[in-house]
């Protein structure tokens, strides 16, 4: 079943106003029990609104859902590109390139996106960065950061790497040691294990349905 | 009355950590802001990312120590008794502000942790707004269940319920409940992302504005003697509107997290409404007080109750509807943008209602052991709190400004031409209009910590003034000293 935004919209109001009115009878509108009832009708209507919205929204979410990919997306080419359908980007999960030069098993790959997610709590990411737009502004928004150009155009050759996957766990362990302006990231003692599952997660979130945010990353307007 | 109840002394104590706590959040959010501009000031110390993370958790508990404190203090009041489980609200205070004490001292010096599950409990779980580790989570629903348990059984023993505690009391249980919500890890972060934002926005959007809704109610009928049919009446229009709008308006925050794309239009349609409730409150309290033609005993009280209301609406509703529709938010979504929002916000929509409660305890405090006079009236008043009072508005429309502006410049250079890259975002942070705006961010908050400064100094050393009888139609309580 598709769910449009107008349906709920209307069906919630709707709802909301008929229960009021109905069970509000014999009240005058300037009385305190029709905006109570009006209280009560507009909270329950709503929360169970946003219950069923959920349920339908987890097909979405889940790992292997409508928009979110399982673990092991990890061994695609991940590229971000326009569809004149929807009129924004989306991403588009290619053949498979590996990671870290081999083929990650879905368990191996469940893992290894287990610890990269801790990691980036741990280590507070988001207290500086954005992901999936939301966290603080002190440093770039990580949604699609893995397909940042700046890891080819600067970070390869800087830490002299031969793959991107390579490089980026180079330098998130070292990021004092390579800073790329006068804001350097902190050292936050990544272990080898900690690095490579952040480059994971990284290009895990990079595959994830955004509905077009950012828009045309990487794309500077002509 | 003529004695304090206990639940009004846990009161005080309640707000006296909140202030103090108030005050070590402006401190950190002057450390990243002097950070954004000599971004090696206290690096490897005190990074962006510990001052930040700081700077907002003190500013969350701070405002729900001011919010329990605010019911410790009307509940025995509303309905003439002591509140029942005192004790054990005594008890949960001590053991909130302990945690409170731990987790910042771990916060500060141990900072992070290795990336495991240990870390999530013990250290922190590196979700922004709730950061705090998974044992303080435990600790904090305890003490909100006692919050909780104080109030229905206040109720009970009491054997009526109003309007106002009826609210309450099921506001309370969707507040506490909601935050459960952000208490499990998943290596998902959509469903991190989904789930977390029932906490922080259905706190803030939702069931915050209706407790403040509550204790704003409370505030005006004793304020201003605003009768209670009129004040219930208002806060059921209120619940009406915040929860009609502000429930589904949670959808604002599902547009780009990998969320079905009806929540583009469900949270653009319904955060779009989502300032009329503020609307509202609004014409509640000016429509109040124009009744009493401004004369009311406790000034500072009042004119935070107004800053509360236009604050409320200006900052959570204009500043937050500038950026709600998703054809803006696509490019405006992670900037300053979202951070002049939430300053203004939070400082009026909260910051301004606990200092307005602050006030209301402080003016019936004072008045306690003044013997009255004949044709002599009270009045809370002092010059220092005017100083702090326009130094705060001035200082944080300064910063929400300075911070809208970069906001802006970051929408459109980094995000809409630049293409959202590392480089597209140095290029933003490094144009002339951003930079200029972090230094005129940073003086607006340094002249904020000045407020504060006074403020502080004017909770400690304001009294009551005896003035004639005709200057005023209300008056502080006058209560007499009982030996």
């Given at each position: 079943m598709k769910i449009g935004w107008l349906e709920v919209v209307v069906a919630s109001i709707f709802i909301v106003i008929f229960l009021t009115l109905i069970f509000s009878?014999?009240?005058?509108?300037?009385?305190?029990r029709f905006w109570r009832n009006a209280a009560i009708f507009s909270g329950v209507i709503m929360t169970i609104f946003l219950i069923f919205l959920t349920f339908d929204t987890h097909r979405y979410i889940n790992m292997g859902g409508i928009n979110v990919p399982e673990p092991d997306v990890i061994n695609n080419k991940i590229s971000y590109v326009f569809d004149p359908d929807k009129g924004h980007y989306v991403p588009k999960i290619g053949e498979q390139e590996g990671f870290f030069g081999k083929i990650w098993s879905k368990q191996e790959a469940a893992a290894l996106i287990d610890k990269g997610k801790k990691t980036i709590q741990s280590r507070n990411c988001m207290d500086c960065h954005t992901l999936l737009g939301n966290g603080a502004y002190y440093a770039p928004d990580l949604t699609k950061a893995w397909l940042d150009p700046k890891w080819e155009q600067l970070i390869i050759p800087v830490v002299g790497k031969k793959t991107k996957e390579e490089a980026i766990a180079t330098w998130l362990q070292h990021p004092d040691k390579y800073p790329t302006w006068t804001r350097k990231m902190p050292n936050?003692?990544?272990t080898d294990e900690e690095a490579k599952a952040v480059v994971a997660y990284l290009k895990y979130m990079s595959a994830?349905?955004?509905?077009?945010?950012?828009?045309?990353?990487?794309v500077a307007a002509k | 009355m003529d004695k304090l109840y206990e639940s009004q002394k846990l009161a005080i104590w309640y707000f006296t950590v909140a202030i103090v706590l108030f005050g070590a959040q402006i401190l950190f959010g002057l450390v990243g802001a002097i950070q954004f501009i000599n971004p090696d000031f206290l690096y490897g110390v005190l990074d962006f990312s510990i001052g930040r993370m700081l700077h907002i958790n003190a500013l969350v508990v701070w405002l729900l120590l001011g919010f329990i404190g605010a019911i410790y203090w009307f509940l025995p009041k509303e309905f003439n008794r002591e509140v029942v489980g005192i004790a054990i609200g005594k008890l949960a205070f001590f053991i909130l502000v302990a945690a409170v004490a731990v987790v910042v001292l771990v916060y500060l010096f141990v900072q992070i942790g290795p990336g495991d599950i240990k870390t999530l409990w013990f250290i922190t779980e590196g979700r922004e707004y709730i950061e705090a580790p998974r044992w303080a989570d435990i600790g904090i629903v305890a003490v909100a269940l006692v919050v909780f348990y104080n109030v229905v059984a206040t109720a009970l023993s009491a054997k009526k319920i109003t309007g106002i505690t009826g609210v309450l009391i099921v506001d309370l249980a969707a507040l506490f409940g909601l935050y459960l919500a952000g208490m499990f890890y998943t290596p998902n972060i959509s469903v991190d992302q989904f789930y977390w934002w029932w906490v922080v926005h259905l706190w803030v959007e939702a069931t915050w504005e209706v407790l403040i809704g509550v204790l704003m109610a409370w505030s005006l009928m004793h304020l201003l003697g605003s009768p209670r049919r009129l004040v219930e009446t208002w806060l059921y229009v209120e619940v009406f509107l915040v929860f009609g709008t502000g429930i589904l308006g949670l959808g604002h925050h599902y547009f780009w997290i990998g969320t079905p794309e009806y929540w583009l239009g469900i949270g653009g349609f319904f955060s779009a409404l989502e300032p009329i409730p503020l609307v509202a409150m609004i014409i509640h309290a000016v429509y109040d007080a124009g009744m009493h033609k401004l004369?009311?005993?406790n000034r500072p009280a009042l004119f935070w109750v107004f800053a509360q209301a236009f604050g409320n609406f200006l900052g959570a509703g204009v500043w937050g509807f500038m950026q709600t529709l998703p054809q803006i938010n696509l490019y405006s979504h992670g900037t300053q943008m979202a951070a002049s929002h939430g300053h203004l916000a939070f400082f009026g929509a909260y910051v301004a209602a606990n200092l307005a409660i602050l006030y209301i305890i402080i003016g019936e405090l004072r008045m306690r052991g003044i013997t009255p006079q004949k044709g002599v009236k009270y009045i809370l008043d002092s010059k220092a709190w005017k100083y702090a009072y326009v130094g705060m508005i001035i200082s944080i429309i300064g910063m929400t400004a300075a911070l809208l502006v970069a906001g802006f410049e970051q929408t459109l250079q980094e995000r809409a031409i630049g293409g959202s890259t590392w480089q597209a975002y140095i290029n933003a942070q490094e144009h002339p209009w951003f930079k200029e705006a972090m230094l005129w961010r940073l003086g607006f908050g340094i002249v904020f910590f000045v407020s504060y400064i006074i403020l502080v100094y004017d909770i400690l050393t304001i009294k009551p003034k005896p003035v004639k009888e005709e200057e005023i139609e209300t008056e502080l309580e006058v209560v007499p000293e009982k030996a």
């Open positions: 009878r014999g009240s005058n509108w300037l009385e305190p936050l003692k990544l994830i349905y955004t509905n077009g945010f950012p828009d045309h990353f990487g | 004369k009311t005993a």
